[in-house]
């Protein structure tokens, strides 16, 4: 996997360097998250990997799941189906999205909050937490009840745990130390 993500990012690279030059990142990233995508649906990832399948049949099912691409994206879909290295696509999207953020000095933070954030509230954090880290900072965000209520967010190697969950657990840790010495 580690190998994988490697090579991804090495076409990621590249991909970016002529994406810049062209002023196309935004849009080729648009396109690989949509083929990306497109392969997990289950019949598509069977028609890609399969060996009597032409490459151009193989290219026009993915531009029509993927809502159509690119002159670019389509001719590097097109050599990593010939090298066989489609499976790539989606670390391959992922790390093009990561070189992107690092050209424009963008953080990514996960947040993870007990209920769906409405966009007055996303906004709100976002600002905030571009304001405490002194950079822009693109959010994704994820739900999940079992932290109570408040908002963990990570950012890069960075844990900041605002939960109600991980407030409790840090009392019984206080607790437990002045009860144990």
């Given at each position: 996997m580690k190998h994988q993500a490697a090579s991804a990012r090495?076409?990621?690279?590249?991909?970016?360097?002529?994406?810049?030059?062209r002023n196309t990142a935004d849009e080729w990233a648009a396109q690989l998250h949509a083929v990306a995508t497109a392969l997990d649906d289950e019949a598509m990832a069977r028609?890609?990997?399969?060996?009597?399948?032409?490459?151009d049949t193989k290219i026009k099912a993915t531009t029509t799941l993927a809502g159509g691409l690119g002159r670019?994206?389509?001719?590097?879909i097109r050599m990593l189906l010939a090298r066989k290295r489609v499976t790539l696509l989606p670390a391959l999207?992922?790390?093009f999205a990561d070189l992107i953020r690092e050209h424009r000095r963008i953080l990514r933070a996960e947040i993870t909050t007990a209920i769906p954030l409405d966009e007055q509230t996303r906004t709100l954090l976002q600002d905030r937490l571009s304001h405490y880290l002194?950079?822009?900072?693109?959010?994704?965000?994820?739900?999940?009840?079992?932290?109570?209520?408040?908002?963990?967010?990570?950012?890069?190697?960075?844990?900041?745990?605002?939960?109600?969950a991980g407030r409790l657990q840090r009392m019984?840790?206080?607790?437990?130390?002045?009860?144990?010495g």
């Open positions: 090495r076409y990621g690279r590249a991909l970016l360097d002529i994406a810049l030059e028609l890609l990997g399969s060996p009597i399948a032409s490459i670019e994206v389509e001719t590097l999207s992922e790390a002194g950079q822009a900072v693109e959010i994704e965000d994820h739900v999940d009840p079992e932290i109570i209520g408040g908002v963990v967010a990570r950012i890069g190697d960075r844990l900041i745990d605002g939960s109600v019984r840790e206080q607790i437990g130390a002045r009860a144990g």
